[in-house]
Nanobody
Framework: QVQLQQSGPGLVKPSQTLSLTCTVS??????????WNWIRQSPEKGLEWLGA???????YYSPSVKSRTSISRDTSKNQFTLQLSSVTPEDTAVYYC??????????????WGQGIQVTVTS
């Protein structure tokens, strides 16, 4: 019954910061032992896990984007947000939020947002 609704821009200029928000309904982002993930998909890289927030507000990041990625949350709005700074055209992808365990074998995501196509271009 948990649903994730994404919002954010579809077009971003190089060097800007991409901000995407995921709004959760049917469940709380503070529910114990859930991970709230950001994942993207592109023809060049396929599915790529970017990072996750925990139910306590902690964060984990992929080494490939750690230096310019920030995941935060607003518990009053039941939202979590991805910020990706200094974007380049190589960041063009479909971005998803998802609830699940990225460290499961294989990774398991039980709920997905609808995805947003983000294009980085001048």
């Amino acid at each position: 019954q948990v649903q994730l609704q994404q919002s954010g821009p579809g077009l971003v200029k190089p060097s800007q910061t991409l901000s995407l928000t995921c709004t959760v309904s049917g469940g709380s982002i503070t529910t114990n032992y859930h991970y709230w993930n950001w994942i993207r998909q592109s023809p060049e890289k396929g599915l790529e896990w970017l990072g996750a927030g925990t139910y306590t507000g902690g964060t984990y990041y992929s080494p490939s984007v750690k230096s310019r990625t920030s995941i935060s949350r607003d518990t009053s709005k039941n939202q979590f947000t991805l910020q990706l700074s200094s974007v380049t055209p190589e960041d063009t992808a479909v971005y998803y939020c998802a609830r699940g365990d990225p460290w499961a074998t294989p990774p398991g995501y039980e709920n997905w947002g609808q995805g947003i196509q983000v294009t980085v271009t001048s």
